[in-house]
């Protein structure tokens, strides 16, 4: 990467946190910043099983990707709000069982970009290109993307643990539909976000991530269907995605940062929320 591509001290942001390295630490990332960590305590003083369901949601990743590259022979990836780096990335997942995948991580923070970066020099096959995943026009027009992904045949498009950066005011469906609607049949959509039974209680989460400054809409599981109504579900469907095709083995995650350890397990307990969704096939 050279220095133009850099990002200035100036673009990132350090007063407010930012879902990228919040989400990064949950997954045991060094990536952030005290901003971030508060952030994060404070949310799971809230919502305590928002540990285990992020790291679920990463899980869940591995396994999708992998049905996408093994069984439905999907060979080009765009992974919307990929987030840092961590173990077991989309394109190291997809060549696992494809080497011949092609991968586009977007994602709005500059942080992402400068460690994307450097960790795909010289991979010409993979790239990180920063961009609003509600721009959608904007990222199909991306050189990058017209360099790595052909339109006229099948694609995966990920939406994991973004859908509820996408509140209703930014008509997540036409962000869903801009990209799909170019795509190719026989393409796919993974999609997941937090969700909540309550909607009391999912309307007190949304209330209290936004006021931290991150664009946050927590959806019951039938909102979530709504949204994706235009999609056909892989089976088993749309659910809770510790049930999406559990394996008996797959690649682990880091460790939990021990300060957030007292958090692990709470999803045993609360069951109220949970990171929702699935992979979706292109009608």
Same mark, same amino acid.
């Given at each position: 990467m050279n220095d133009q591509d850099r990002p200035s001290l100036a673009d990132i942001p350090h007063d407010v946190p930012t879902s990228a390295r919040a989400y990064g630490w949950l997954l045991g990332g060094k990536d952030n910043y005290e901003v971030d960590r508060q952030f994060i305590r404070g949310q799971l003083e809230h919502h305590p099983a928002g540990l285990d369901i992020t790291r679920q949601n990463r899980l869940f990743l591995y396994r999708a990707v992998r049905y996408l590259?093994?069984?439905?022979?999907?060979?080009?990836f765009i992974d919307m709000g990929c987030g840092l780096p961590t173990d077991a990335n989309v394109h190291q997942v997809a060549r696992e069982f494809a080497p011949d995948s092609r991968v586009v991580y977007v994602d709005i923070d500059p942080i992402v970009l400068a460690h994307g970066r450097a960790l795909l020099a010289g991979d010409s096959s993979t790239t990180v290109i920063q961009g609003d995943m509600r721009d959608q026009d904007a990222i199909l027009e991306d050189a990058? %993307?017209? !360099?790595l992904i052909d339109f006229d045949e099948p694609v995966a498009a990920l939406f994991l643990s973004v859908g509820h950066h996408l509140p209703d005011a930014d008509d997540p469906r036409r962000v869903l539909n801009t990209?799909?609607?170019?795509?190719?049949?026989?393409?796919h959509l993974t999609f997941s976000q937090v969700a909540c039974d309550d909607p009391v209680r999912s309307a007190e989460m949304t209330a209290q991530v936004t006021g931290a400054g991150i664009p946050w809409q927590t959806r019951t599981p039938a909102e979530i269907d709504?949204?994706?109504?235009?999609?056909?579900?892989?089976e088993p469907g749309l659910g809770n995605l510790v049930d999406w095709r559990p394996l008996d083995v797959q690649p682990p995650l880091a460790p939990v940062p021990p300060e957030l350890e007292q958090y692990e397990g709470a999803s045993k307990l609360?069951?109220?929320?949970?990171?929702?969704?699935? %992979?979706? !096939?292109k009608r």
């Open positions: 590259a093994a069984e439905a022979g999907i060979r080009q990058e %993307v017209k !360099r990209i799909m609607d170019r795509a190719a049949p026989g393409s709504a949204l994706l109504s235009e999609f056909d579900p892989v609360d069951r109220g929320i949970y990171e929702y969704g699935g %992979v979706l !096939r």
